[in-house]
């Protein structure tokens, strides 16, 4: 099989991933469905991260670089995933995620030994802060514990590529050096959290509250707000997401130790769903053809699932914060709503434009 066929079947898992992943987290906000499989409900987390996400962006990359070797991420996380999706968190799906990570780690090198830059190290470190969360899991350790390094993966995969995307702006070495620091900050709360829990979460949030700040006066996001069509919705896209990571940081400086409940649970969706997927919401009708091979043009009813995304998360938030469950139940189901009318609607887009080309 040539490797960009690869993409077919992974795209697949993909995307049975994505569906048990948000079906799993309607579990967990207490909508009485059925459960499928009973360790469902505590996948949620790792499906969403290293099996949705690890495993996009992995094949993302391998289509990028066009190596055969490259698909391997995608491949073992894909797999890994599989095998946890049908049998719960053995230790064979787990030993192929932590290889699919370690598998991507080596293409971010293989990038940066050709193109050596602050982005490209900076997604680098992204990859490898997964592939310590994905070996951690793998020993055991409880997830409140390695989520921190599976955000260090997403967020520092994006402010790189954020950076990368900035350079037409000819940044100085103050802006560089500013950012550096940003990262700096959160990569060394990740690493004390190891020792000393709380200090190092603090130390981290402030660093995602640099990062946000550092996105904010720096990101060419600035200049294209003012553009029309697609690259206004790009801009609405990525601003709404800056607001979150600032938010997710904030509530992490605050409250620190962060282990269960409904202060945990806005943490974790102001970082990964309203930064993250904010993100996700931007850049996907310009990856998908890439890594799909379709056409997908932009129409502005992609707003729609924009704004149901954020609103709905504000919802949700409220609810952890004011301790109020019904909201925060609806406004996740109101999450899952949009995510799957965001990808419905790329679909139906990607089939009218083949209809009208042919």
Request: charged share 10%; net charge positive.
């Amino acid at each position: 099989m040539k490797p960009s066929r690869l993409r077919f079947p992974i795209m697949f898992i993909v995307i049975l991933t994505l569906l048990a992943a948000l079906w799993a987290g309607m579990l967990r906000l207490g909508w009485g469905w059925p459960a499928l499989r009973p360790f469902l409900p505590a996948l949620h987390g790792p499906l969403m991260v290293s099996g949705f996400l690890g495993t996009l962006i992995g094949l993302e990359r391998a289509v990028a670089i066009g190596k055969t070797w490259s698909y391997a991420s995608p491949l073992l996380t894909g797999l890994g995933t599989l095998l946890v999706l049908i049998f719960g968190p053995i230790q064979v799906g787990l030993v192929l995620i932590v290889l699919g990570s370690l598998a991507l780690t080596a293409v971010f090198i293989y990038i940066v030994y050709h193109h050596k830059a602050l982005h490209t190290v900076t997604m680098a470190i992204g990859a490898l802060c997964w592939l310590v969360g994905n070996s951690l899991w793998l020993g055991g350790w409880p997830i409140f514990k390695i989520v921190y390094w599976w955000a260090g993966f997403l967020v520092l995969t994006i402010v790189g590529e954020r950076l990368e995307l900035s350079r037409v702006r000819k940044l100085n070495q103050t802006s560089k050096r500013l950012f550096a620091l940003a990262v700096g900050l959160f990569l060394a709360g990740l690493l004390l959290s190891l020792f000393t829990y709380e200090p190092g979460i603090r130390l981290a949030s402030l660093g995602l509250i640099a990062q946000a700040l550092w996105l904010f006066r720096y990101d060419i996001v600035r200049f294209t707000i003012r553009k029309t069509g697609l690259t206004r919705y790009i801009a609405v896209n990525l601003l709404i997401g800056y607001c979150w990571l600032l938010v997710g940081g904030v509530i992490g400086l605050i409250y620190g130790q962060l282990v269960a409940g409904p202060i945990y649970d806005a943490w974790l969706h102001t970082i990964f769903l309203g930064f993250v997927f904010g993100m996700v919401f931007a850049h996907a009708l310009i990856i998908f053809p890439g890594v799909a091979g379709i056409q997908v043009p932009f129409r502005n009813g992609f707003y729609g699932p924009t704004i149901l995304l954020h609103s709905a998360l504000v919802m949700r938030v409220i609810g952890d914060l004011a301790l109020l469950p019904t909201i925060r139940r609806w406004g996740g189901l109101l999450n899952g709503i949009a995510i799957l009318w965001f990808f419905g609607l790329i679909a139906l887009t990607a089939i009218q434009a083949r209809h009208k080309n042919n």
